[in-house]
Each structure stands twice: as structure tokens, then as C-alpha cells.
């Protein structure tokens, strides 16, 4: 689970529904790692969830994209075990047997798409998730609004995401 994300872990358990916790997973992602560019898009009926990885990383670009989008889909199926995503969209090519991904993340699968994403619908985005305590999101928004702050390269780092997103797969 999201449990990887050590110390930030218990500001995103907090979060009072699915829809909150994927948007702060994006926002606080550079403090967890600065290899990876999540993005949210507001769409009709729910949100895109964008995700790729940035520069030069450890392992191979295609296992940290699945691994990404599966452990939050995961995440979501663990309040809601019958949810799938309506879509999930990956820049690779399709591995020769399909049947892990369609089990974890449902039929709706597109290989070789202009980026990496999952769509979550509306339902999904409500599922109640953690405490809501907002007095402690409170404090956890400020420490990490000033680590936020301080992160050198962050506007490279996000605009590098957006370009990679923008460009052609090939």
C-alpha cells in the first residue's frame, strides 16, 4: 500500500476520501522521491491521474509506471474491492500475457498511449478513506508546505513532467 511513502505516510492515511488522497499524493510526491511526476486533470466524471517517471532511474521505466499505477489502484480496491478503473492507459508496449494487469487493473487497458494514466470516476474520488482530522492536515500541510519550498530543481523536475506528457511516445 502506501505505506512506501515512509514519513509521509501518516499525513496521506489522513486524507478524508480517495479524491483527497490522490491529489495530495500528486502534490507531495517530489518529497518522497523526485524520480517520479504525478499530475491530477480534473475531467468529466472524476479525474486523470498522469504519471511518469523523470530522468535517469534505477530500474527499468516500464516496472516503476506499473508498479506506480497499481499500488494506487490497489490502494482504491482496498476501500472498494469491486472498483476498476474505467481506464488505464500505459506509453510501453503490451506485455505478451495480459492476464496480471487485467486482473489488478480491470479490461480497460491502452498500450502504446501518448502517457501513462488511469481515469478515476467520481464514485471512486468519494470512497471515504482515512480520519479527515483536519486539525492534523493542518499541521502536516505546514511542515510540508516548507519542505516543499525547499526542494531545489522542483520547477525543473515538473517541467520536465509535463513536456515528457506532451511528447510523442517513439
Request: glycine share 10%; net charge negative; hydrophobic share 45%.
Amino acid at each position: 500500500g502506501l505505506s512506501l511513502f515512509g514519513p509521509l505516510w501518516p499525513f496521506l492515511a489522513n486524507c478524508a476520501t480517495v479524491g483527497e488522497l490522490v491529489r495530495e499524493v500528486a502534490h507531495v510526491f517530489p518529497l518522497h522521491t523526485p524520480a517520479g511526476a504525478p499530475q491530477v486533470e480534473e475531467a468529466d466524471g472524476g479525474l486523470v491521474f498522469v504519471y511518469d517517471a523523470v530522468g535517469e532511474v534505477g530500474a527499468p521505466r516500464r516496472q516503476l509506471i506499473e508498479l506506480g499505477i497499481g499500488v494506487l489502484v490497489g490502494e482504491i480496491r482496498r476501500r472498494r474491492p469491486d472498483w476498476r478503473p474505467e481506464a488505464v492507459q500505459f506509453r510501453h508496449a503490451a506485455p505478451a500475457d495480459l492476464e496480471l494487469h487485467h486482473r489488478l487493473l480491470g479490461p480497460n487497458l491502452l498500450f502504446e498511449a501518448d502517457r501513462n494514466t488511469v481515469f478515476l470516476d467520481a464514485a471512486a474520488l468519494a470512497t471515504p478513506y482515512g480520519a479527515g482530522d483536519a486539525s492534523l492536515a493542518g499541521a502536516w500541510q505546514e511542515t510540508l508546505a516548507s519542505r516543499l519550498a525547499a526542494l531545489d530543481g522542483l520547477v525543473r523536475t515538473r517541467t520536465e513532467a509535463v513536456v515528457r506528457n506532451l511528447l510523442p511516445f517513439g
